[in-house]
């Protein structure tokens, strides 16, 4: 009941052991903004931007764009939020992409930041609407489907050359995705020029899987609890403390309390899930020991199969939970 929703909500997300878990939230629609602060979340980690307009014919102007990120700024008061630059292209084509007969756009085949960078007009008037609002308020970039440093860099040039135009000063702290297999294996690159990073466990679990993370069919066949996507995630947990800089894992399974205890265990500080997750997670991390999880995560990166990586989560669980 609500009694109960307003005490979980009071309560600090920290482990038995006093170590603290930063909750944000995935927002794909402004009018989920409300449930970030009555959920007690700490900003939005993660608005993917591309699904406002994924039906529209016509592009969006940065006025319309721009109206749209201060009302949810105002409505998160101070709270940071994350805009995920449109991750457009491949399967996510929208009508206005395909209306103007003379200007066809040359990079469908790409997905994510690449896509942007092929065209620029839509990402330049995205990053206008950012920039602006990024002036009175705490509003931060993010880069889908970051490659490699060299995307990367040029997006940056982008960002700064869209701010040099409009006479902002200030450029926002600028983030990347890591979700491709790729970006794994430049990691200290792209870190070494980001401000932030998000791991996206939706796709880097659907890559390195050889899966369809929308017609998997039994859940074992596209998940993040693969010992090799562990794998993935604790590398990018060592390069981010080499390099000091801020991690957030943002894909769906942040928000599965099972998962969320074993992303403590892998060394991760920060989770951005659906709003209406927060209780269930914060009331499972609340239960663990944080030298318990990693060494529970050591485990489970040795393990072959995703079914001994389960079984060894619901031993914990039932022993610790
Ligand atoms: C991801 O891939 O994990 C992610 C958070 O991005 P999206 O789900 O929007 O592809
Ligand atoms: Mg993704």
């Known amino acids: 009941d609500s009694s109960t929703k307003m005490i ?4 600090p997300c920290t482990t038995l052991d006093g170590v603290g878990i ?11 903004t409300a449930s970030v602060v009555e959920q007690g979340l700490e900003g939005v980690g993660l608005f ?14 940065p006025a319309t764009q721009g109206a749209i990120y201060a009302d949810i700024a105002n409505q998160l008061a101070g709270r940071p939020l994350v805009v995920r630059t449109f991750d457009l292209g491949r399967d ?15 990079g469908l085949h790409l997905g994510g ?8 007009s839509l990402f330049e008037s995205q990053l206008q609407a950012i920039l602006e609002v990024s002036q009175d308020h705490d509003l931060r970039i993010l880069l889908p489907m970051v490659v490699g440093s060299d995307d990367f860099g040029k997006a ?5 050359r869209v701010a040099d135009r409009c006479g902002v000063l200030r450029t926002p702290p600028i983030g990347a995705m890591i979700e491709t297999p790729a970006a794994l294996f430049c990691l200290d690159q792209i870190l070494d020029q980001a401000d932030f990073v998000a791991l996206g466990t939706n796709d880097l679990t659907q890559l390195l899987l050889a899966t369809d993370r929308d017609l998997a069919q039994a859940k074992d066949d596209c998940t993040a609890m693969h010992p090799s996507v562990l794998r993935a995630i604790k590398s990018v947990v060592g390069a981010a403390a080499r390099l000091q800089c801020p991690l957030c894992v943002c894909g769906e399974e942040a928000g599965d309390p099972d998962f969320a205890c074993l992303l403590v265990g892998l060394g991760i500080r920060e989770l ?16 663990i020991d944080s030298g318990v ?4 995560a050591s485990r489970a990166i040795d393990c072959d199969s995703v079914a001994e990586v389960r079984e060894l989560i619901d031993e914990w669980r039932s022993r610790d939970f």
């Open 8 to 11: 979980e909500c009071g309560q």
């Open 22 to 32: 930063e909750l944000v939230a995935n927002l794909g629609r402004p009018d989920e």
């Open 48 to 61: 993917r931007t591309e699904f406002m307009f994924i039906d529209a014919p016509d592009r969006p102007d």
């Open 92 to 106: 996510k084509i929208p009508p206005f992409l395909l209306s103007d007969e003379a200007e066809q756009p040359n």
């Open 113 to 120: 930041l690449r896509f942007l960078l092929a065209e620029s």
């Open 156 to 160: 940056v040039s982008v960002i700064q």
């Open 272 to 287: 951005s899930l659906g709003p209406t997750l927060a209780p269930a997670v914060r009331s499972a991390i609340r239960k």
């Open 293 to 296: 999880a990693s060494r529970v």
